[in-house]
């Protein structure tokens, strides 16, 4: 299984980015896909997370209402649009996926068996 992440970069705040993960060696309908951010000196933490089916969609309360996640299971793709940017969104994100995730631990990352390379997302003031 291969993730491949893409789309960070530097932007000010209150700008937009979106970011890409391209996946493949797996069936990608039945995987439980995310994503996670570790800001610089702090732990990993969930951003938001997407059901197989694409009916629930899961987002952490700093980013609710800011970011959108959506798949696309035809191109074997996630997405994550990320609007209104503040230095604190600052972090490497990763992309994540796992087919035995189910809803109550789709928060944690020990229930995430793979992981993409990560991309940085820096938010200047």
């Known amino acids: 299984v291969q993730l491949q992440a893409s789309g960070g970069g530097l932007v000010q705040a209150g700008g937009s980015l979106r970011l890409s993960c391209v996946a493949s060696?797996?069936?990608?309908?039945?995987?439980?896909m995310g994503w996670f951010r570790q800001p610089p000196g702090k732990e990993r933490e969930f951003v938001a997370g997407f059901s197989r089916t694409g009916n629930s969609q899961y987002y952490a309360d700093s980013v609710k209402g800011r970011f959108s996640i959506s798949r696309d299971n035809a191109k074997n793709t996630l997405y994550l649009q990320m609007n209104n940017l503040k230095p604190e969104d600052t972090a490497v994100y990763y992309c994540?996926?796992?087919?035995?995730?189910?809803?109550?631990?789709?928060?944690?990352?020990?229930?995430?068996?793979?992981w993409g390379q990560g991309t940085q997302v820096t938010v200047s003031s």
């Open positions: 994540v996926g796992d087919p035995t995730v189910i809803t109550s631990t789709i928060r944690f990352s020990s229930a995430y068996r793979n």
């Open positions: 060696g797996l069936t990608f309908r039945t995987y439980v």
